[in-house]
C-alpha cells in the first residue's frame, strides 16, 4: 500500500488544525496508511544532484608549436693568440705551463739578446763618431763666419778710401793711377766676401748632413733597441695558456711559436645552421646553451656572427654564438648543444584533446574551424566547477594547438573527462591532472 503524503501548514484557527489532524490520524490508523513529515516531504519531491564527472585537467601555457632545432658544436675561447719570436735567439726561459692563468703584459719567455746587446753598443759608438763630426763642422762654419766678418771690414775700409781717392783725383791731388788703384782693391775685397760666404754656406751644408747621418744611426740604435726588447716575450691578453711548444735551451727563429694563449673572458661556439634555418637568425638573436660538462645548466648567449657562405656541398652555414663566463669555469674543447630562441612571439598552446568537437561536424571534413570552447575549472568552489569560454584557434601541430585569444597563461582547463559536460558541472580531478 502506497504511503499518503500530507503536509500540514499553521492556521491562525489552531483549534480547527488540530481537530483536522485529529480526524485524519485516526482515518490512517485505520487504513493503515503511513505519515510522511514535511520536511521529508520536500527532500523526495528535489531531483537527484549530479555526481562530479572525473576529468584530466591541464595548465594552459605560453610556448611554441614547435621545439627549436638543436645544433651541435664546441667550445673554443672568445681570442686564442700564438706567442711567437720575432728575432732570433736561445731560449732562456719559459715561465709558464699549459693551464696556468696569465695576466695582460706578464713576461713568458726570454731569448739570448747577447748579440742585439753588441749590435745596440756599436750603433751607439757610431752616433757618438757623427754627433763629433757635426761639432766639428760646426766650428768650421762659425771659422768662416768669422772670415767673413774680416772680409766685409775690409770692403768697407776699401770702399772710403776708393772714394777719399777719388775726390782728391777730381781736385787734382793725385794722379788718376791711385783712383785705379783703390778701385781694384775694391773688387779684389768684394770677390773675398763672396768667396768667404760660400765658404760659410758649403760648411753649413756639411753640417746639415751630418746630422742627418746622426738621425739615421740613431735610428739603427733605436731599431736594435727594439729587437733587443723583442727577446723579452709578454702576454698580449689575460687568459689562460693553452699550449707550450718549445723548451728552454731550443733556438728560437724568427716566427718560430713558443706558447699558445686562449682568452676565456667569453666563450663561442661554432656550429653549422642548414640554409632553410637561416632566415630566423639574425646577428645579435638569443641562444640557450646546454653543456655536457655541467648538466641540468641552460646558458645564454647571443649570436654574434653569421658567416656570408655556406658549405656548397652540404649548405650549412657557420653561425657563432658567443656566452659570457666570468668565473672562467668554461673551458676549450667542451660539447654544446645551441638552440636559437623563436622571434615570434609566444602563445597559449594546449592540447587539442581539450577542445569541443563541433557536433554538426563528426567527420571533421572540410577546413578546421577558427574557433571552439574548452572548459575552464573554477578550482575555488566545493566541488570544482567548469565554465564553457570560446577561444580563438590558430596553428596546430603534434597534438597541440595554438589559442589566438579567449584564454590566459596559467588558467586550467579539462582535457579529458568521462562524460560530456556542461557549463556549471560539478568535476572531480583525476590523479594525472596538472596542479597550478
Known sequence: MRPLRLSVSRDRHSGLVLSQIGLVGTLL????????????????????????????????????????PEYTGTTLPYRSVSLRSQVEGRVLSLAV????????????????????????????????????EVLSLQAEVEEAQAAVERVRLELQQAQADAERLEQLFRDGAIAAQSVET???????????????????????????????????????????????????????????????????GNLAQPGSELLKLGDFSQVKVN???????????QVGQV???????????????RVTRIAPAADPTARL?????????PSGRIGSGLLARVRFQ?????????????????????????????????????????????????????????????????LDPGEPIVVRGGDALKAGDPVRLSILSETQ
Not at 271 to 281: I, K
Open 29 to 68: 490508523l485505520a487504513g493503515g496508511c503511513q505519515v510522511i513529515s514535511p520536511s521529508e516531504a520536500q527532500t523526495e519531491s528535489r531531483p537527484a544532484a549530479r555526481r562530479p564527472t572525473a576529468v584530466e585537467v591541464a595548465i594552459a601555457r605560453s610556448g611554441s608549436l614547435r621545439e627549436a
Open 97 to 132: 705551463d699549459v693551464g696556468d692563468r696569465v695576466q695582460r703584459g706578464q713576461v713568458l719567455a726570454r731569448l739570448d739578446d747577447r748579440l742585439l746587446t753588441a749590435g745596440v753598443v756599436a750603433a751607439e759608438a757610431e752616433v757618438a763618431a757623427r754627433q763629433s
Open 182 to 248: 783703390a778701385r781694384t782693391r775694391v773688387k779684389t775685397t768684394q770677390q773675398l766676401l763672396r768667396s768667404a760666404q760660400q765658404q760659410i754656406r758649403t760648411r753649413q751644408q756639411a753640417v746639415a748632413a751630418a746630422q742627418r747621418r746622426i738621425v739615421v744611426q740613431q735610428a739603427l740604435v733605436d731599431q736594435n733597441q727594439e729587437r733587443q726588447s723583442l727577446t723579452v716575450l709578454r702576454s698580449p691578453l689575460s687568459g689562460t695558456v693553452l699550449e707550450r711548444t718549445t723548451e728552454p
Open 271 to 281: 656550429v653549422q645552421v642548414s640554409e632553410l634555418d637561416l632566415a630566423a637568425l
Open 287 to 301: 641562444a640557450t646553451v646546454q653543456l655536457d660538462a655541467f648538466p641540468g645548466e641552460t646558458l645564454v648567449g
Open 317 to 325: 652555414i657557420p653561425v657563432e654564438v658567443t656566452l659570457p663566463n
Open 342 to 406: 623563436q622571434q615570434t612571439a609566444a602563445r597559449v598552446i594546449v592540447p587539442e584533446t581539450a577542445l569541443q568537437v563541433d557536433a554538426a561536424r563528426p567527420d571533421h571534413k572540410g577546413p578546421p574551424p577558427t574557433t571552439a570552447t574548452v572548459f575552464v575549472v573554477n578550482r575555488n568552489s566545493e566541488p570544482p566547477t567548469v565554465a564553457a569560454r570560446t577561444v580563438q584557434l590558430g596553428d596546430r601541430a603534434d597534438g597541440k594547438v595554438e589559442i589566438r585569444a579567449g
